[in-house]
């Protein structure tokens, strides 16, 4: 016998499927994740953004269940989760984050995440940028060039 599952659930499960079982490189995986996820509805995040000298405090809110991916990012960064619980695809392996925890961020990672809970995360960039668009230029690589990938 098989449970129930809804349109979202069967989803996530085939998009958790390209991140786990699969014997490509990780971002291979992470890019085949990402592009099934075009598939899907979509939902719009705005981060926040908070500038100080030298720094960027980038905050954002993954409501439960929701699956992402970020970009990828030329300089390291300290991540900060304040509330909530994700399973995050990182180079490393895949880590079940429970808030709060903390974890640095090494150039030329992309992460891909599915929000067990309601997540807030913030990312804090040093940076001497004053705006988000001179801040993303600064700090995340053009995905086209596929730069973190070499």
């Not at 926040?48 to 970009?71: Q, S, W």
């Not at 700090?139 to 730069?147: A, G, I, M, T």
Request: negative net charge; charged residues 25%; hydrophobic residues 40%.
């Amino acid at each position: 016998m098989y449970p129930s599952l809804t349109k979202e659930e069967l989803h996530t499960i085939v998009a958790v499927d390209f991140l786990l079982f699969s014997n490509k490189s990780y971002a291979e995986r992470v890019y085949s994740f990402e592009r099934y996820l075009t598939t899907l509805p979509q939902a719009t995040i705005e981060p926040t953004h908070e500038f100080i000298d030298g720094l960027c405090k980038r905050e954002i809110v993954f409501e439960e269940g929701m699956l992402a991916t970020g970009k990828v990012h030329a300089t390291a960064h300290m991540d900060v989760m304040l509330e909530g619980e994700m399973i995050v695809a990182t180079e490393d392996g895949f880590k079940r984050l429970i808030a709060p925890c903390t974890m640095i961020t090494k150039p030329g990672t992309k992460k891909a995440g599915i929000a067990i809970k309601r997540t807030r995360w913030i990312s804090y960039h040093p940076t001497l940028a004053t705006t988000r668009e001179e801040l993303e230029a600064e700090v995340v690589f053009d995905e086209r060039k596929e730069l973190w990938l070499s």
